[in-house]
């Protein structure tokens, strides 16, 4: 396929539709080949904005937004902190900084951040995002992005795998085996996949900002038939959400098509009932306190425990401990 060539393009005005999906896609090694090829794949204008974090040596001249603006019409710059994230652009990651989005802008931290690039982005980006945020964890060595692709998932975002084309699988395989992943495929058939969400987002908040009542009061009747749980006095607005999610994953434009699909497979019910409760379970897994407990806690408690001896930790609200061996 012929590349686009274009030149990196200075920041433009400010769309006046800041209603659009963002991506956000963490790579390592052999991530730049994959992030080329889902550019070369998408349209001139996708409708939405890619930030792209990859691991890169610290003090290293970064130029892969040039190289990146090879490969696509988009605008592509180089984050350089506190700018408005605009529809149709691409933005890098500078080396050695973490990139946060807070309010839609995109902000720079320097010095002191740690390792997990990709985590410390993707998880700003499903708080400040919530369902419109979309993570992509390409090629790469080690696990950074397991975390923040959780995170995503856990808002109502819509999470991505490569496949088994990518060069290094340790990062994708890290982000399926945590169980939040919707989709694993090559970078070209991602590419198609955002097209396709981008244009269903687009055309429900065009055409129908609310599902009709009768249809969800059908789908809460089937939730508590099959698991004895009234959803109807849940908070409207993130049943919504949930429900939009499973039909843009089925690629199912109208509830009442979901409705007919939950019919004729009945395990959508589980997928469904699944991800409206995510978000309760997200509480006893801050992604923050067990990185905390894996790097600092356990591996200091177990250097000071005798052989023999159980470990024990106090649970709040119970009068004894509880022992673990």
């Given at each position: 396929?012929?590349?686009k060539?274009?030149?990196v393009?200075?920041?433009?005005?400010?769309?006046k539709?800041s209603?659009?999906?963002?991506?956000?896609?963490?790579?390592?090694a052999?991530?730049?080949?994959?992030?080329?090829?889902?550019?070369?794949?998408?349209p001139?204008?996708p409708?939405?904005?890619f930030?792209?974090?990859?691991?890169?040596?610290?003090?290293?001249?970064?130029m892969?937004?040039?190289i990146l603006a090879?490969?696509?019409?988009?605008?592509?710059?180089?984050?350089?902190?506190?700018?408005?994230?605009?529809?149709?652009?691409?933005?890098?990651?500078p080396?050695?900084?973490?990139?946060?989005?807070?309010?839609?802008?995109?902000?720079?931290?320097?010095?002191?951040?740690?390792?997990?690039?990709?985590?410390?982005?993707?998880?700003?980006l499903?708080?400040?995002?919530?369902?419109?945020a979309?993570?992509?964890?390409?090629?790469?060595?080690?696990s950074?992005?397991?975390l923040?692709i959780?995170?995503i998932?856990?808002?109502?975002?819509?999470?991505f795998?490569e496949?088994?084309?990518?060069?290094?699988d340790s990062?994708?395989?890290s982000?399926?085996?945590?169980?939040?992943?919707?989709?694993?495929?090559?970078?070209?058939?991602?590419?198609?996949?955002?097209?396709?969400?981008?244009?269903?987002?687009?055309?429900?908040?065009?055409?129908d900002e609310?599902?009709?009542?009768?249809?969800?009061?059908?789908?809460?009747?089937l939730l508590?038939?099959s698991?004895?749980?009234?959803?109807?006095n849940?908070?409207?607005?993130?049943?919504?959400?949930?429900?939009?999610?499973?039909m843009?994953?089925?690629?199912?434009?109208?509830?009442?098509?979901?409705?007919?699909?939950?019919?004729?497979?009945?395990?959508?019910?589980?997928?469904l009932y699944?991800?409206?409760?995510i978000?309760?379970?997200?509480f006893?897994?801050?992604?923050?306190?067990?990185?905390?407990?894996?790097?600092?806690v356990?591996?200091e408690?177990f250097?000071?425990h005798?052989?023999?001896?159980?470990?024990r930790?106090?649970?709040?609200g119970?009068?004894?401990g509880?022992e673990?061996y």
């Open positions: 396929m012929a590349q060539k274009t030149s393009q200075p920041p433009s005005e400010p769309s539709d209603q659009f999906p963002i991506v956000g896609a963490g790579a390592s052999g991530g730049l080949e994959a992030f080329t090829e889902l550019l070369r794949s998408l001139d204008r409708g939405m904005a930030i792209f974090v990859q691991h890169q040596e610290p003090k290293h001249v970064s892969l937004p040039e090879r490969n696509t019409s988009m605008k592509v710059r180089q984050v350089s902190g506190d700018e408005l994230v605009e529809a149709d652009h691409v933005y890098v990651a080396p050695d900084t973490h990139v946060l989005i807070n309010d839609g802008r995109l902000q720079l931290a320097t010095g002191g951040t740690g390792s997990m690039p990709i985590d410390h982005f993707l998880r700003s499903a708080e400040d995002q919530g369902n419109r979309i993570g992509v964890i390409l090629s790469g060595a080690g950074d992005g397991s923040g959780g995170a998932k856990a808002e109502g975002g819509i999470t795998a496949d088994q084309t990518a060069k290094f990062m994708p395989r982000a399926m085996a945590a169980g939040s992943i919707d989709f694993v495929m090559p970078p070209s058939e991602i590419a198609n996949e955002l097209v396709r969400i981008g244009q269903q987002w687009h055309r429900a908040k065009r055409i609310k599902l009709p009542e009768k249809q969800l009061e059908d789908l809460f009747k508590q038939r698991h004895d749980i009234d959803f109807s849940y908070k409207r607005a993130t049943i919504e959400r949930r429900v939009r999610r499973r843009m994953l089925n690629k199912l434009d109208t509830i009442d098509r979901y409705l007919a699909f939950i019919h004729d497979r009945p395990a959508e019910l589980e997928e699944g991800d409206v409760l978000r309760v379970t997200n006893f897994r801050d992604p923050q306190v067990f990185e905390a407990l894996q790097q600092d356990f591996p408690m250097r000071a005798r052989n023999g001896d159980p470990i930790f106090w649970v709040p119970c009068a004894t509880e673990v």
